[in-house]
């Protein structure tokens, strides 16, 4: 599929620079880092590819992770970005994570 051809209306696009913003619990992250074809017609109508969604996660993910004051939304968020099962998430980081992912107790608890 031609991303310089608008996904949603069939009109010519443009590559520009872009802002995209992410929700990641309680953070919304900015990331500038790409260009991305936008809809010379309609500029609301941006073309993403799945690897660019998933770059842009992952980015957001990787951000946030390294805030001092994360919750457990922010680490679901993370482990389904970076595709870690919560099995894989309690063997790498302890029981007392998993714990605190789970909400049952805050961090240093």
């Known amino acids: 599929m031609r991303n310089d051809i608008c996904f949603e209306c069939g009109s010519l696009c443009d590559l520009k ?4 913003k992410t929700q990641v619990g309680r953070y919304t992250v900015s990331d500038s880092s790409c260009d991305v074809f936008v809809c010379k017609t309609n500029s609301k109508h941006i073309n993403f590819t799945l690897d660019e969604v998933a770059h842009y996660e992952l980015a957001a993910a990787g951000r946030v992770l390294q ?3 994360i919750g ?3 680490i679901k968020f993370a482990r389904k970005a970076m595709g870690f099962l ?3 998430i309690s063997e790498a980081y302890g029981a007392s994570y998993w714990r605190w992912y789970r909400d ?3 961090v240093g608890g």
């Open 17 to 20: 620079p872009y802002t995209h």
């Open 67 to 69: 805030s001092a004051e």
């Open 72 to 74: 457990s939304a922010e």
């Open 86 to 88: 919560e099995r894989a």
């Open 104 to 106: 049952v107790h805050q």
